[in-house]
């Protein structure tokens, strides 16, 4: 997905890198169009190796460069990054071996364009609909067409609608188109006895029925070179001929940069070549008419708004003038007419003598005599004011601690009244005297009114019980907080030693994963060692081999027709074989 080219570059180990190129298209009276063109890079690797000679251009560095994602290639596929890599790999090698060979590559970018290496000269050619979804301007082909950039060559290609044209026309002028296309091509259809085999085998067979665009600076070749006269179908055909009967027929063959068996030949040598080059030209000359026309018509059509326009102006102005002599008209009559009113000022014949400087300082110094008794004043009634505030403040405050010193003192007397009748109510109720102490009396001064035996006896058995019951109340509370206590101390004991071995068999299980985690990461890293070096020693290999080790390398031994796939011996024979059967109604031979 090379075509998905956003606001960076993309680069592609051992080939390249595509990015953008900014430029200014100047466009007159000091205005330009900013350009953003798409550009390749080839790799100074790949160009040293062996030996490429294209364009160095040198980009802007504010366009970032990232390295071919193979990860969202493989999620966009069905297959895995391994296989998409080994792929990539495997194509770039195929290409590096093609490049080695001494022959015209044209590898294809789908959706991009062609990259074109010919003679160790590398040319990028863009697809025209890409540079179209690259520059929304529109004005990048006009420009890559008519004002290149000095010292780039031009790499855009037409549509590839192409295809469907050379398609359609028979294969002795696609031999024609071919041979246009390439001059040593030309040159090996008229002189083939002086091209070797070696240099006939290292040319790329070129079928103009894979072409994906064909460039301008092609175009512009082609049109620079002699063309052919109108009969230049028989005359190759005479050509074709005398080199048939000549060589035999595999050289002829490959020869005419077309691997074609006897009858295909046969059939291309009768076959009428169809020349569109003066049907391309008058349509280029009714696409010149037409445009000239709706050139013109677009002008008259400027030319006759532009008139339009000035008799709209004539006429504002035509409007704004008289209005502007309507206005002077009545200014001057204005001016010329006479009042007819009376004046109501009056001029007097005498007025009053203009004051002396003398006289205006006296009253400027009255004046500022008069203000500073002003602000005298001022400041002597704002003391007055401020004391006078000042003792009505004195005056709140003492009456305030006036108010305050007889609330205290009121409080203190309620008090003291307060204290003086609790006082006396002691007095009133408190209990009767002891009696006089008289000598040698018999009577019980104390315990008068103390219990007889029964009821103390019945007092402190009630004593000793509540006593014993408090004790055993208290001794069994005791037990009871020691025996908490040390159901509690268990628990924690408990709870201590299963956290104990839960922390020690979480440590076991952690230390095990750390150690299982090394060993599958030393695994790995084995794994991967082992098949870096298998890798290495296999693409060591696979370059020692050389270009004969795939099966499409072998396979260009095996050459046939591209048209009927039949052997390019072939004289009219058929290809089913001699031991097989075909049975009516079914797909299969037996």
């Not at 770039?92 to 080695?100: D, E, G, K, V």
């Not at 540079?131 to 067409?145: E, H, P, V």
């Not at 005298?376 to 009456?399: G, S, Y």
Request: glycine letters at 4%.
């Amino acid at each position: 997905n090379l075509d998905r080219v956003g606001p960076s570059g993309v680069s592609i180990p051992g080939l390249g890198t595509f990015s953008f190129l900014r430029q200014k298209l100047e466009v007159g009276h000091n205005k330009y169009i900013l350009l953003q063109r798409p550009v390749f890079l080839l790799s100074e690797k790949l160009a040293q190796i062996h030996g490429l000679k294209f364009n160095k251009i040198h980009t802007p560095g504010d366009i970032p460069i990232v390295q071919l994602n193979f990860i969202v290639l493989s999620l966009e596929g069905p297959f895995n990054r391994e296989i998409v890599e080994g792929c990539i790999r495997e194509t770039l090698l195929s290409f590096s071996r093609s490049i080695a060979s001494k022959q015209t590559v044209e590898f294809t970018f789908k959706g991009i364009g062609v990259l074109v290496i010919r003679d160790n000269r590398v040319k990028m050619k863009f697809y025209k609909d890409f540079l179209q979804a690259m520059d929304g301007s529109g004005t990048l082909l006009k420009a890559l067409s008519n004002d290149p950039v000095p010292g780039m060559p031009r790499a855009l290609l037409i549509d590839r609608q192409v295809d469907e044209v050379l398609a359609s026309i028979g294969t002795l002028h696609q031999v024609l188109a071919a041979a246009e296309w390439d001059s040593q091509a030309t040159s090996a259809l008229v002189c083939t006895e002086k091209v070797s085999m070696k240099r006939i085998l290292s040319r790329q067979v070129i079928s103009p029925a894979q072409v994906t665009g064909v460039s301008l600076t092609d175009e512009l070749e082609k049109n620079m070179k002699p063309k052919l006269p109108p009969k230049t179908g028989a005359k190759m055909s005479k050509e074709i001929s005398k080199c048939s009967s000549t060589s035999n027929n595999n050289v002829s063959h490959f020869v005419h940069l077309q691997e074609m068996c006897y009858l295909c030949m046969q059939r291309a040598q009768r076959n009428v070549p169809l020349n569109l080059s003066e049907e391309r030209r008058r349509k280029e000359k009714e696409e010149e008419r037409i445009l000239a026309q709706y050139q013109a018509q677009k002008d008259q059509d400027a030319l006759h708004r532009q008139l339009m326009r000035d008799m709209a102006n004539r006429e504002q102005n035509q409007k704004v003038a008289a209005f502007n002599l309507g206005v002077a008209e009545a200014v001057r009559s204005h001016k010329n007419e006479k009042p007819t009113e009376t004046y109501k000022s009056f001029i007097f014949e005498k007025r009053p003598l203009s004051s002396t400087p003398q006289q205006k300082q006296e009253v400027y110094s009255q004046q500022l005599e008069k203000q500073l008794e002003d602000n005298v004043a001022k400041e002597v009634k704002r003391k007055q004011d401020q004391d006078l505030i000042d003792r009505l403040e004195q005056v709140q405050l003492a009456e305030e601690l006036a108010v305050q010193r007889a609330k205290y003192l009121k409080d203190k007397m309620e008090e003291i009244q307060c204290y003086k009748r609790a006082l006396d109510t002691q007095i009133k109720l408190r209990p009767a005297l002891l009696p006089h102490c008289e000598p040698n009396s018999a009577e019980f001064v104390f315990g008068k009114n103390d219990m007889n035996k029964e009821k103390m006896e019945e007092r402190k058995k009630r004593a000793r019980h509540y006593s014993k019951c408090q004790l055993q109340a208290s001794a069994e509370r005791k037990r009871a907080a020691i025996l908490s206590q040390l159901i509690d101390q268990r628990k924690e004991a408990d709870m201590i030693q299963r956290a104990k071995k839960q922390w020690m068999a979480e440590k076991g299980e952690r230390l095990e994963r750390i150690f299982q985690m090394n060993l599958a990461l030393q695994d790995d890293w084995r794994k991967s060692a082992e098949l870096k070096r298998q890798r290495d020693y296999e693409e060591k290999l696979f370059q020692r081999a050389g270009d004969k080790l795939l099966l499409l390398d072998q396979c260009a031994k095996y050459r046939r027709c591209y048209q009927c796939k039949r052997s390019l011996s072939h004289n009219g024979g058929t290809n089913v074989w001699t031991s097989t059967k075909y049975v009516p109604g079914s797909r299969l031979m037996v």
